[in-house]
């Protein structure tokens, strides 16, 4: 089980310091003022879901978000803490889906113990357990959706819930940030080393996850991507990729952990299907 102690010194003194890392970085500063950023997720989300709308029609977001927020104001209230405690509680979801999915992959507690305590303590994620902004929603998002179609392409679930698991997370993943469509991009190439078979089914579950951003969101997104909201971003380069790959931990950390998953890919260490059932 996921919840279950650990057993070994190790993962237990690993324990101990993912609470200490989990208190310090959820409760420490949470009432703190809020930034520009900040402030305008809340001035958006306050408008209701029809002002969202007309909001981000004229800037470069994606409403999901901003839908949660909203809701969450109006049962919790506007405060610095309440508004902070909606990212932190998605912060932790996602340590758990990182958990969960390291389980998932090695079919052993003790790399869901490691995978969980790695998200913790990632730069990125830290900086935005408390952030009033979408990117802890959509850290828990990626996990979900990576899990769904672990479930569904690499253990053929032909069950309805495995279906509506992939679609649900990943359709809510488009709708909260454009570059979402990266974790979705790189499940398709997964598919096409290793389980090339399935790449019809994903296909099919692709365009159902597209559906909603498409069909309602389409022609705001038209009208977002002719407004000059972009013009500020920098254009794709190899200093640009190399930073949105490196920046979760750092440059090097991440060159360190994608040498050691490089390697035992080649190894056959990391198995796509789980062995263990």
Request: aromatic share 12%; with cysteine.
């Amino acid at each position: 089980m996921l919840v279950s102690v650990p057993r070994g010194y190790p993962e237990r003194t690993l324990a101990a310091a993912a609470l200490i890392g989990i208190v310090v970085l959820v409760a420490v500063g949470i009432n703190r003022p809020v930034w520009l950023d900040e402030a305008n997720s809340v001035l958006v989300a306050s408008r209701g879901f029809q002002g969202i709308i007309d909001s981000l029609r004229r800037e470069n977001n994606l409403p999901g978000y901003y839908f949660l927020l909203s809701i969450w104001m109006r049962l919790f209230g506007d405060s610095e803490i309440a508004l902070r405690s909606l990212s932190a509680l998605f912060y932790l979801s996602g340590a758990g889906a990182a958990a969960a999915l390291g389980k998932r992959l090695s079919g052993e507690m003790r790399c869901g113990w490691y995978s969980g305590f790695f998200y913790i303590l990632s730069p990125l994620a830290a900086r935005n357990a408390q952030n009033i902004r979408m990117y802890a929603l959509l850290g828990l998002l990626s996990g979900l959706s990576i899990l769904a179609f672990l479930k569904l392409c690499a253990d053929k679930d032909r069950s309805l819930g495995a279906w509506i698991g992939f679609v649900a997370a990943t359709a809510a993943g488009l709708l909260t940030h454009v570059w979402f469509g990266f974790v979705v991009a790189g499940q398709f190439l997964a598919l096409l080393v290793w389980e090339r078979s399935e790449a019809r089914r994903f296909a099919i579950a692709a365009v159902a996850t597209a559906a909603p951003l498409a069909v309602w969101w389409g022609p705001y997104f038209i009208e977002q991507s002719r407004d000059g909201a972009t013009d500020w971003m920098a254009r794709l380069s190899v200093p640009v990729a190399v930073t949105a790959v490196t920046e979760f931990y750092g440059l090097v950390p991440a060159a360190i952990l994608y040498f050691l998953a490089a390697v035992m890919l080649a190894r056959g260490r990391v198995p796509v299907t789980n062995r263990v059932r």
